[in-house]
């Protein structure tokens, strides 16, 4: 091999060590995302529900705080709820709202949002 192909050789070999160097997976930002589960509503009485609202989610620690809001349903004053207490992190993977049902048969439309950096809406519809 003469100088110049060496020279050409030894060009190419240190820009793709460069390239493969530049985009190592440190540098790669994982964005976090929650991804909502599929929702299960139980008739626990005749006039009362429990919905469990479970998640997964890419690029969330264990540790990190979830919060769920629940907006309520529409038609208003169909139902009421109240929240499970506790302060729920990602590794929890759920929690649950008892329901009240005001009035029976009737189509609702509800509205689910996790707050925070792990920001996702969803709306949902269920007869009660």
């Known amino acids: 091999m003469n100088t110049r192909n060496q020279s050409v050789l030894i060009f190419i070999i240190a820009f793709l060590l460069f390239i493969d160097y530049s985009y190592t997976a440190q540098d790669v930002n994982i964005v976090k995302r929650i991804i909502p ?10 006039h009362k529900m429990v919905l469990e609202v479970r998640w997964d989610g890419t690029g969330i620690k264990n540790h990190e705080s979830v919060i769920t809001k629940f907006y309520g349903c529409n038609p208003n004053e169909t139902l009421t709820f109240r929240r499970d207490k506790k302060k729920h992190k990602f590794s929890d993977r759920k929690t649950t709202y008892e329901l009240a049902i005001h009035e029976k048969k009737v189509p609702v439309e509800c509205f689910l949002e996790f707050i925070g950096d792990l920001q996702t809406n969803m709306t949902f519809r269920f007869h009660t």
């Open 37 to 46: 589960q599929l929702l299960k509503i139980k008739q626990t009485g005749e």
